[in-house]
């Protein structure tokens, strides 16, 4: 199965868990991001390299010039005829080292950013119900978290694809050069030619973090290698996930579609009124004390998604007849993200709910809800507008 495709957020959406997919793409938005940025710092590379090449070749061919007529040669040599790397973007002239600096922090910080994607992955589409809190989740915490006994013998696939990654060289290494960078100190770019030999220094400069001592590494060498297992690494760590997916571990109670019901009648806005509400056949104790709603519509091939913001929900028979609600057990936030709302059970009257919940003339949702919509007293060409 391809991830970052329409069948992959469609399996998401079949096993309840899909608010995973908002991460699996942000995984794919940074690792493409990363290899773009190894693509141009081995392009700036190659392009300090060719221009020194040419300013070689052209000094070579002016004392070869000079000595085919005299027999001698002498050329003099200053900094402003010197190869000066740089180039203009959008009117400023830029530093091909000063680039080079750039995209290799930037690479090491997105590839990182993908791990810690997929650590909100797992937390949506393994823990699901258990998730915990989005903004204290990161790589190294879910594999903390996998180990506690609730989880520790269910995602062994996931669990042995994390600590694996967690204790390769490639991990340790863009983990405590971002650490570095980010808390202690800038990196040290080491970058030099020889004026007229073949030497060509591009290295990232040794640095030692928490116990351990990085040495010198060739620039190219160095993100080539990360990139290269990190991206095979996250395809096999999918594998796994897709297979622990498949356990449909803790995600009980969760919902993708509710119901209306709607009722106009013409000049009588009191006996007016929508209602929302899912159904079981006789009792709301068909349901779980906690039920997780996010709106889900798969048609053909496209998938619409929306946040449940009501806040209460009733319950309605298989007679039609309303037997309680849940209410919303979260406080909502706009953080421009999907969420499973959480709602609780409540022991308030059918019939009592049913009036309370008409009175808010809550928002029908017609794209990802299905419902009836009953108008009284229209006539023919008014029932058709």
């Known amino acids: 199965m391809t991830y970052f495709s329409k069948e992959y957020e469609k399996f998401l959406a079949e096993h309840f868990v899909y608010d995973a997919w908002q991460f699996v793409l942000n995984v794919q938005k940074n690792v493409v991001t990363a290899g773009y940025c190894c693509h141009v710092i081995d392009s700036l590379i190659s392009k300090m390299e060719q221009e020194h090449k040419?300013?070689?070749?052209?000094?070579?061919?002016?004392?070869?010039?000079?000595?085919?007529?005299?027999?001698?040669?002498?050329?003099?040599?200053?900094?402003?005829?010197?190869?000066?790397?740089?180039?203009?973007?959008?009117?400023?002239t830029v530093d091909y080292p000063f680039l080079i600096d750039k995209y290799v922090k930037d690479f090491f910080q997105y590839l990182r950013n993908a791990l810690d994607a997929m650590a909100q992955v797992i937390n949506s589409a393994l823990l699901a119900n258990n998730s915990g809190n989005i903004e204290k989740v990161d790589y190294n915490k879910i594999i903390t978290v996998l180990k506690r006994d609730q989880q520790l013998q269910v995602f062994t696939k996931s669990l042995d694809v994390l600590e694996r990654i967690q204790s390769s060289s490639e991990f340790n290494y863009l983990t405590e050069f971002n650490n570095k960078i980010k808390h202690i100190s800038d990196?040290?770019?080491?970058?030099s030619r020889e004026l007229f030999g073949d030497g060509i220094t591009n290295e990232i400069g040794a640095f030692f973090k928490k116990g351990n001592q990085f040495s010198s590494v060739d620039i190219q060498t160095i993100t080539k290698s990360v990139y290269d297992y990190i991206s095979n690494e996250i395809i096999l760590l999918f594998d796994a996930i897709t297979e622990d997916i498949k356990l449909d571990a803790f995600i009980e109670g969760r919902i993708h579609k509710l119901q209306y019901y709607w009722q106009m009648v013409k000049d009588d806005p009191r006996n007016s009124f929508n209602v929302i509400f899912t159904e079981v056949n006789n009792s709301i104790d068909e349901?779980?004390?906690?039920?997780?709603?996010?709106?889900?519509?798969?048609?053909?091939?496209?998938?619409?998604?929306?946040?449940?913001?009501?806040?209460?929900?009733?319950?309605r028979d298989k007679d039609e007849n309303y037997v309680g609600r849940f209410i919303l057990d979260e406080v909502i936030t706009d953080d421009g993200?999907?969420?499973?709302?959480?709602?609780?059970?409540?022991?308030?009257?059918?019939?009592?709910?049913?009036?309370?919940?008409?009175?808010?003339?809550?928002?029908?949702?017609?794209?990802?809800?299905?419902?009836?919509?009953?108008?009284?007293?229209?006539?023919?060409?008014?029932?058709?507008?």
């Open 54 to 92: 040419e300013w070689q070749d052209n000094i070579n061919h002016e004392v070869s010039q000079q000595f085919s007529k005299t027999g001698a040669a002498e050329v003099g040599i200053s900094y402003d005829n010197l190869p000066q790397f740089k180039m203009d973007m959008f009117g400023i």
């Open 287 to 315: 349901l779980n004390d906690v039920i997780s709603i996010l709106f889900v519509k798969t048609a053909e091939e496209d998938i619409s998604s929306l946040n449940c913001d009501y806040e209460d929900i009733l319950v």
């Open 337 to 385: 993200l999907f969420h499973y709302r959480k709602y609780k059970k409540d022991t308030s009257d059918g019939h009592i709910a049913f009036i309370e919940q008409a009175n808010k003339k809550y928002p029908i949702k017609p794209l990802l809800m299905d419902g009836k919509i009953v108008r009284v007293g229209f006539n023919q060409e008014e029932e058709d507008q």
């Open 187 to 191: 990196a040290k770019m080491i970058m």
